[in-house]
């Protein structure tokens, strides 16, 4: 849909499309009509890019995408929580007579 491309004619050679999304609408700043993708890249380009195929391809990327996002979100977090108790870990190993849970405060 963003890349331009070509489409294989015959033994005569291909014809040039643009991209679905950045096509020369004919909108020069004069009071012209914006032209539609198939006005401007004529019909053959408009059907060998049919935009439903590539949008049915996003949508069932979705979900992997999704995965891969929650996996990556989930071991950073459990790489960093393990990170943090070993340093709280060592640090607890260096003052041994650091007592484990502050002393209470009498009531005033």
Do not use: W
Not at 39 to 57: F, H, K, Q, T
Request: aromatic content about 8%; proline content about 7%.
């Amino acid at each position: 849909m963003f890349a331009p491309f070509s489409i294989e004619r015959d033994a005569n050679g291909s014809i040039e499309c643009a991209s679905r999304v950045f096509y020369d609408d004919g909108d020069d700043g004069r009071k012209s009509r914006k032209q539609t993708y198939e006005e401007a890249e004529r019909i053959r380009c408009a059907v060998a890019r049919d935009p439903a195929d590539m949008l049915g391809l996003l949508l069932l990327s979705l979900p992997f995408a999704a995965t891969g996002i929650f996996q990556y979100t989930s071991r950073a977090l459990a790489l960093a929580l393990r990170h943090h108790g070993d340093e709280v870990a060592h640090l607890k190993s260096e003052r041994p007579n650091m007592p484990a849970e502050p002393a209470e405060t009498p009531p005033a």
